[in-house]
């Protein structure tokens, strides 16, 4: 079977961000972008799931501007075995995302997507619920143990909810995001960046997969939260009451 | 090269370890065995020879219990050589209740410590080896009340030690005796930043860390770059020349640090606080301050040229079969990533298995074990241009068999994890037990050659361990050993000097003399230089009241 892993190409987990002073969103110009941590934790899955003869070919996906190859080689210098770049300079949301992920679903048929549970820069957790449901599979998000069994071909899917975990059965094809705990990624090594240079990137545009790009959200600006206010030393204890009961309004 | 030994009969005067308990809660400390040592307070208390050979002595001082016994202590603490012996400089005054009052006339009584659990960690130096029995510690708020200090000090003869985040190595931060601790700590604001030129310009006490996550805001980043960023102090840095990680980029302190400000021994401020690239009015007096370790004066202001962070970072961990190997490697990476090329560390395999056994949380990027590992970092402008530089000259060394295995990482947190490896190693050999440490300059051919030798002399005793600045010649070898013995120091030192002034080497690459090295400078200077120097430190502090004891020979301020 083949498993589709959508990677996407954000601003690196460590960096401090910072808005753009035209409030449209958050600089990224200059700044180091990185593999979203959690599409590494999916990749990783997709190639141990390989690795352990469940799979014949790992598909990473990405979709963006030009630079999204970088994020795509990163992937295949971590064992993908090939990769699709949807071309695009727009921004696009969660359901956008996810109709393209659907058309690629429909001309390649994996047997699994994997998606890290939600991107870094806009914490959305949206795109794996949505492709899911356009391609009508069962979903298991928060995942932090997959199992898989070949001849039920069924995956048993350990999900972090907020009680603690819960296991779900879900018959393949799904569709899977990853959370913290499921793995350790793998490191690129030499060799393998060596191999993944001759290994294909198919580059794609957003009409190619007829899909409807037309957004019914817009962002209307992006601001800093308000800065946290510095705290003040009361000198007696009716100071403290009578500022918890008049200024607060907690008591 | 004349190498002056040190050895007066009869008298084993070596750093005490007072308190039986410490204070100071260590919970990896397993009771090391101490060859018991006992400073000798000819003026001050009475030594007793015991019947078995021991020594005990009665002090009247508030961190030491009666009766320091050499079996009972718990402290890991040991000095040097076995020939190295120190006297209290008689001519010293001890501190009053008069000088105590001073101060808290001009500080105010909360920046006067006396406290005994504060003043406990002030007196011990990070490594928990050299301590000191300051009774008082001062915090100055300003370059004025440290001139305040220094005056007062110097009129009556009371020894100070100037002190910042308490780092180093090599015990020059700490009290030997009962010198006054004057700790720059809260002289840490900045004073300006200049965005076009990059000039910082910060008071002494600011910590590295801290001046970093501010040139972070503003797009720039330090010169210099250390494991000790979370706690060091800049003055510190400054007074000391500390290399660090990116050295081998931006050069040293000498050449990034412009300006500025000290107190020197009798008070005089002394402002040299420059903002300019380029200055060639009279001796440049600065330099003297830079790497003198608190000796000549206090640095109380520092005006440094920052550099523009650069977007692209990049950084790879290799493994190479062979200390041939690394050096190739060197020479090409110098050769072929030349202007983007950020650092060159290198560890050997004892070191990195130390780490994976100490330290949680870290685990071999590289799949198999190998005998070195090399971090190569490049800093650029151009991320693509970069990774493909880094790429391909990695790709093109892995076939040419000058590396067997690497891997590179691909975002901020994975190239965190493997410059923890390397910044880790101080850290896993404290947890591993007693540590013998030496920070060498030596020929790139030679560096592992001291290494080998080392391992074959000690055997079985101690595991040595090679690891360092590869890029800039410098090597740090440690050896790590159950416990702290004299048998085993006796093997490494001379030894190890020697090795080193014979391949005209120095004894000191960036952790400086200290109080550890003091009387060893002649491995690495002629003895006119170090004359030299002497009469300058009699120039600028007459009384001998900055940092005593440290830096510069004993022998050459006998009184």
Not at chain 1, 128 to 141: F, K, N, R, S
Not at chain 2, 14 to 24: M, P, Q
Request: hydrophobic share 40%.
């Amino acid at each position: 079977m083949k498993i589709l892993v959508a990677v996407k190409r954000v601003v690196d987990y460590a960096v401090k961000i910072r808005v753009k002073p035209d409030k449209t969103g958050v600089e990224t110009q200059n700044v180091k972008m990185s593999m979203n941590p959690f599409c590494e934790i999916a990749l990783e899955e997709a190639l141990r799931i390989k690795e352990a003869g469940f799979a014949k070919e790992v598909i990473a996906v990405s979709i963006g501007p030009s630079q999204c190859v970088d994020t795509l080689r990163t992937g295949l210098a971590m064992g993908a075995d090939r990769g699709i770049h949807v071309e695009t300079n727009s921004i696009f949301l969660p359901l956008t995302i996810a109709k393209i992920l659907k058309s690629l679903a429909d001309v390649e048929n994996p047997g699994l997507i994997f998606l890290g549970k939600q991107a870094i820069d806009d914490d959305c957790n949206q795109t794996g619920q949505m492709v899911a449901a356009l391609l009508g599979w069962p979903q298991a998000t928060f995942a932090s143990k997959v199992v898989l069994d070949k001849d039920k071909n069924v995956a048993t899917v350990d999900r972090e909810v907020d009680g603690g975990l819960e296991t779900l059965n879900v018959d393949l094809p799904a569709v899977i995001t990853t959370d913290l705990r499921l793995n350790q990624p793998r490191y690129a090594s030499l060799p393998n960046i060596m191999k993944a240079k001759s290994k294909p990137i198919k580059k794609m545009t957003v009409q190619d997969l007829k899909v409807d790009i037309k957004s019914d959200i817009e962002i209307l600006e992006v601001t800093e939260p308000p800065k946290r206010k510095s705290g003040v030393m009361v000198s007696s204890v009716d100071e403290l009451i009578d500022k918890l009961k008049n200024e607060a309004h907690v008591v | 090269m004349m190498m002056q030994k040190l050895r007066r009969s009869g008298e084993f005067i070596r750093f005490g370890c007072k308190s039986l308990i410490s204070s100071r809660p260590n919970k990896d400390s397993v009771s090391r065995s101490v060859s018991g040592f006992v400073n000798h307070y000819k003026s001050k208390g009475k030594l007793f020879e015991l019947s078995d050979g021991n020594y005990k002595t009665e002090l009247h001082h508030p961190c030491i219990s009666r009766n320091v016994g050499m079996l009972l202590q718990q402290y890991k603490c040991f000095g040097s050589s076995a020939a190295s012996l120190i006297q209290r400089n008689p001519l010293f005054s001890s501190l009053d209740s008069k000088d105590v009052s001073y101060f808290k006339e001009i500080l105010g009584e909360k920046n006067v410590v006396e406290d005994k659990e504060r003043l406990e960690t002030a007196n011990t130096d990070w490594m928990h080896k050299y301590k000191g029995s300051s009774k008082l510690m001062l915090l100055p708020k300003n370059t004025q009340e440290v001139s305040q200090i220094l005056e007062y000090c110097d009129s009556r003869r009371l020894a100070v030690v100037p002190q910042g985040g308490n780092t180093g190595l090599v015990g020059g931060s700490v009290p030997v005796f009962d010198e006054v601790i004057v700790n720059v700590g809260l002289m840490n604001k900045i004073l300006s930043f200049d965005e076009v030129s990059g000039v910082l310009v910060c008071e002494a006490g600011c910590i590295l860390e801290n001046l970093a996550t501010f040139l972070d805001t503003k797009g720039f980043i330090m010169p210099l770059d250390l494991g000790a960023k979370g706690s060091c102090h800049i003055g510190g840095n400054v007074s000391t020349n500390a290399g660090g990680l990116r050295l081998i980029r931006y050069g040293s302190l000498h050449g990034t640090v412009l300006g500025l400000e000290a107190v020197t021994a009798n008070g005089n401020v002394l402002d040299m606080l420059g903002t300019l690239r380029k200055d060639n009015t009279g001796y440049d007096l600065k330099h003297l301050f830079i790497g003198s370790e608190g000796s000549l004066g206090i640095v109380t202001k520092v005006s440094i040229l920052t550099q523009p962070k650069l977007s692209s970072v990049n950084l790879a961990f290799i493994a190479c079969k062979d200390y041939l190997s690394c050096q190739k490697l060197l020479v090409e990476a110098k050769r072929n990533l030349g202007e983007i090329l950020s650092a060159f560390e290198f560890l050997d395999n004892n070191s990195m298995d130390l780490v994976l056994n100490h330290l949680d949380g870290v685990r071999n990027p590289v799949s198999s074990s190998e005998n070195f590992y090399i971090l190569i970092e490049t800093t650029g402008s151009d991320e693509t241009n970069d990774r493909e530089k880094l790429e391909a000259f990695l790709l093109k060394s892995l076939e040419k068999g000058l590396v067997s295995d690497g891997v590179i990482a691909q975002d901020i947190n994975q190239a965190s994890s493997f410059w923890r490896i390397r910044e880790g190693i101080t850290e896993a050999l404290q947890k591993a037990g007693a540590v013998y440490k030496y920070d060498l300059s030596l020929p790139v051919e030679e560096i592992y050659n001291i290494v080998n030798d080392l391992r074959g002399r000690l055997g079985d005793l101690a595991n040595v361990m090679g690891y360092g600045h590869l890029g800039d010649g410098n090597l740090h070898l440690n050896i790590s050993a159950a416990e702290y013995n004299d048998k085993l120091l006796g093997l490494i030192e001379p030894y190890v000097y020697e090795w080193t002034s014979k391949h005209r080497g120095s004894i000191s690459a960036e952790h400086g003399l200290g109080v550890m090295k003091a009387n060893e400078i002649f491995y690495s200077k002629s003895p006119e230089t170090v004359a030299l120097m002497a009469s300058i430190k009699k120039l600028l502090d007459p009384k001998g009241i900055l940092n005593p004891y440290k830096v510069l020979p004993h022998s050459l301020f006998s009184n």
